[in-house]
């Protein structure tokens, strides 16, 4: 993964927030080396990260793939008949054509990592949000903070994410920690 935002799409309504987001559903929008991880896992870790086949009882909520090109629809469509076979069951996820992304305001975004003391190490290395954000070293340390991660992947990690010993050591710890549960 090089990063994830997070903010509000498929709508139509100009500059959508949290407490304002008319048509919109939230959702992350994610960057990746195709050499590094295909599209079609991306769908599996989708399809394994939340329950497609719940009905939404709104659209801020809803379930949504949203593709850039006729491949990525190809696809999706073909895993979403794949996982309804897997799961017997209607899945309610929709795939729909990407039209706009909304970044969301700053406090949604790296909700793991901002609820941490190596936070503060990183708003000193990326004061603005924009940098923050898009910073694959936060994205990295976000993932691993929310449970996503291996020990072993964490070691390959480290000495790219630049943080301090102590940050480094609090970081294996949570990961050491989510592994064994």
């Given at each position: 993964?090089?990063r994830?935002r997070?903010g509000?799409?498929g709508?139509?309504?100009?500059n959508?927030?949290?407490?304002?987001?008319?048509?919109h559903?939230?959702?992350?929008q994610?960057?990746y080396d195709?050499k590094?991880?295909?599209?079609?896992?991306?769908l599996?870790v989708?399809?394994?990260?939340?329950?497609?086949?719940?009905?939404s009882?709104?659209?801020q909520?809803?379930?949504?793939?949203?593709i850039?090109d006729?491949a990525?629809?190809?696809?999706?469509?073909?895993?979403?008949?794949?996982w309804?076979a897997?799961?017997?069951?209607?899945i309610?996820t929709?795939?729909?054509?990407?039209?706009?992304?909304?970044?969301?305001?700053?406090?949604h975004?790296?909700?793991r990592?901002?609820?941490?003391s190596?936070e503060?190490?990183?708003l000193?290395i990326?004061?603005?949000?924009?940098?923050?954000?898009n910073?694959?070293?936060v994205?990295?340390?976000?993932?691993?903070?929310a449970?996503?991660?291996?020990?072993?992947?964490?070691?390959?990690?480290?000495?790219?994410?630049?943080l301090?010993g102590?940050?480094l050591?609090?970081?294996?710890?949570?990961?050491d920690?989510s592994?064994?549960?």
């Amino acid at each position: 993964m090089v990063r994830t935002r997070v903010g509000y799409a498929g709508g139509k309504k100009l500059n959508p927030t949290y407490r304002s987001i008319g048509d919109h559903s939230e959702t992350i929008q994610i960057d990746y080396d195709p050499k590094q991880v295909s599209f079609e896992d991306l769908l599996e870790v989708f399809w394994t990260s939340h329950s497609p086949t719940a009905r939404s009882w709104s659209r801020q909520y809803a379930s949504f793939i949203f593709i850039h090109d006729t491949a990525q629809r190809l696809q999706a469509e073909a895993s979403l008949k794949r996982w309804e076979a897997k799961l017997g069951r209607k899945i309610q996820t929709r795939i729909v054509d990407f039209s706009s992304f909304t970044l969301a305001e700053d406090y949604h975004q790296k909700y793991r990592l901002r609820n941490s003391s190596i936070e503060k190490e990183y708003l000193a290395i990326y004061p603005g949000l924009l940098d923050f954000v898009n910073s694959t070293a936060v994205t990295r340390v976000n993932g691993y903070l929310a449970g996503h991660g291996t020990p072993e992947q964490l070691a390959r990690d480290m000495q790219r994410l630049g943080l301090s010993g102590s940050s480094l050591e609090k970081l294996r710890r949570v990961v050491d920690y989510s592994h064994r549960l």
